[in-house]
């Protein structure tokens, strides 16, 4: 086993992604990004939220619902604080949180533009046998894996392919099915018995 480099790489997305919808004075569908800025309206004791996305054109808003009539006695403090300072970490794990968008959203275009952190797990042995690599993705990017190794190992994905029937590369748990699915946390890479960059491991 101590031939193994073992690492993670946590990918995250370095674009938000848009809904697409129909703009009121363009008159037709646009994207819209994320203002950064919330919106709060609150009534007695209740509060909606909102995140503020605006037309990339004519700046037109559409307001991305967060709380909808939400008590607020049983809101973390923390979180309605965040909200009325516009929090810009807090609208940014918002703006990133592509499912929640798709549930308000029809048409959401996706980014495939991503940072890469890699980390070595255990210590870099001298002569290594094999790469393990573990996706670690917060955020879903919406990049194909097989696009992902490409651009990380400096592999053609012709290369990847051949691998991949050698057996030489392996992806766990779902197979090869997931070379061209988008990354998913929790997928693990395994590259044996060829050359490994160290560049693989660490940044
Ligand atoms: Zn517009």
């Keep these: 086993m101590s031939d193994i480099l073992w690492a993670r790489w946590t990918i995250v997305p370095t674009a938000a992604p848009e809904p697409q919808l129909?703009?009121?004075?363009?008159?037709?569908?646009?994207?819209?990004?994320?203002?950064?800025?919330?919106?709060?309206?609150?009534?007695?004791?209740?509060?909606?939220?909102?995140?503020?996305?605006?037309?990339?054109?004519?700046?037109?808003?559409?307001?991305?619902?967060?709380?909808?009539?939400?008590?607020?006695?049983?809101?973390?403090?923390?979180?309605?604080?965040?909200?009325?300072?516009?929090?810009?970490?807090?609208?940014?794990?918002?703006?990133?949180?592509?499912?929640?968008?798709?549930?308000?959203?029809?048409r959401v275009e996706e980014f495939g533009g991503v940072r890469v952190t890699k980390t070595a797990l255990a210590?870099?042995?001298?002569?290594?046998?094999?790469?393990?690599?573990?996706?670690?993705?917060?955020?879903?990017?919406?990049?194909?894996?097989d696009r992902l190794l490409a651009q990380e190992t400096g592999f053609a994905r012709s290369r990847i392919r051949a691998l991949l029937k050698e057996g030489a590369l392996r992806v766990e748990p779902e197979g090869v099915r997931a070379m061209r699915k988008p990354v998913r946390d929790g997928t693990r890479v395994v590259i044996s018995g060829v050359w490994i960059d160290r560049s693989c491991i660490a940044d």
């Excluded at 939400?70 to 592509?98: E, K």
């Design 22 to 106: 129909h703009c009121r004075h363009c008159g037709t569908v646009r994207n819209f990004a994320s203002s950064g800025k919330f919106r709060l309206n609150s009534n007695g004791k209740k509060l909606d939220a909102w995140l503020i996305y605006k037309c990339v054109v004519c700046s037109d808003t559409w307001n991305r619902p967060l709380l909808e009539r939400h008590p607020v006695g049983v809101l973390d403090p923390a979180f309605l604080d965040a909200l009325q300072r516009n929090d810009l970490d807090l609208a940014d794990r918002i703006a990133f949180d592509v499912a929640g968008l798709r549930r308000r959203a029809q």
């Design 123 to 145: 210590p870099l042995p001298a002569n290594p046998g094999a790469i393990v690599i573990e996706l670690s993705v917060p955020a879903a990017p919406g990049l194909r894996l």
